[in-house]
């Protein structure tokens, strides 16, 4: 008896369909957007804001409200939460897959002996999470992910919080 490609994926439930890496990504983009959907109630809480979601408004205000250390300390830690996983996507589906990922991803996903020093700069520069995925997918050393990933967002805290000073 033959199955057509409906019924076959009517049958397959949605949850085996998503990377299992994916759900600490979607968890807390769905905190995020509670947050930002609270801001109205939680203006007078700028760290809780940017706790919830770490939008460059928000980490402004906070920044506004603390000293340097715990405010680097806590927005890298919340900026950094789901950027292992992000790796870690890259990593599991190779160069294939960044080919959704805009024009970069089009052109990483093409074989190429510079591709690896791109995915280390685009990190260095701001290590978001396309620019993580596409490291992992180029196999940059993890070691190295981490260390960049580490010292390039403690160094975009750092501005945003020297530059709100400035402001204020």
Do not use: E, N
């Amino acid at each position: 008896m033959q199955t057509s490609v409906k019924q076959t994926l009517i049958k397959r439930p949605l949850i085996k369909r998503i990377d299992p890496t994916a759900l600490p990504i979607m968890a807390m983009s769905g905190v995020s957007l509670i947050g930002t959907a609270c801001t109205p109630l939680l203006l007078g809480h700028p760290l809780a804001l940017m706790l919830l979601s770490p939008r460059i408004i928000f980490m402004g205000m906070a920044a506004g409200k603390m000293s340097l250390i715990p405010f680097v300390l806590l927005a890298s830690l919340r900026l950094s939460m789901t950027d292992p996983f992000h790796f870690l996507i890259g990593r599991r589906h190779g160069p294939k897959h960044m080919v959704k990922l805009g024009r970069i991803g089009r052109w990483m996903a093409k074989p190429g002996a510079h591709h690896k020093t791109v995915a280390i700069g685009l990190l260095a520069l701001r290590p978001i999470g396309r620019h993580l995925m596409w490291a992992g997918a180029q196999s940059v050393r993890a070691r190295w992910v981490v260390a960049i990933d580490l010292v390039s967002t403690i160094a975009y805290c750092i501005i945003v919080y020297k530059t709100t000073s400035t402001m204020t």
